[in-house]
């Protein structure tokens, strides 16, 4: 059960990963070190070649994600991580899962 506190640190961001990411399986490591991590959210690869990613969790939990996606897999060669806070209101997410590409 969910406490007040923990509402408050509530964070969402959206991230842009740029580099040679699609193809390697990026997407399903992402998910797997999302829910390690118990962040929500999605990824999604896109047409450009980036890999989009919501994210949800604590300044924590998402600082450790961030640091994933640039680094946690030696298949991928990130050149940029754009970060983007989410202000509140936004949705809630329940878990993390692999969108369609977009």
């Keep these: 059960m969910e406490t007040d506190n923990q509402d408050g640190m509530l964070e969402t961001r959206l991230v842009q990963v740029r580099g040679p990411v699609q193809g390697i399986g990026y997407r399903e ?33 998402l600082a450790n994600m961030c640091a994933w996606l640039i680094d946690g897999m030696s298949a991928a060669l990130v050149d940029e991580l754009e970060v983007t806070e989410v202000p509140p209101p ?13």
Excluded: H, I, K
């Design 90 to 102: 936004f949705a809630r997410f329940d878990y993390f899962e692999r969108l369609p590409t977009l």
């Design 29 to 61: 490591a992402c998910v797997r070190q999302a829910q390690a991590l118990g962040v929500t959210g999605w990824v999604r690869n896109r047409m450009d070649g980036s890999v989009e990613v919501m994210l949800q969790g604590s300044p924590e939990q």
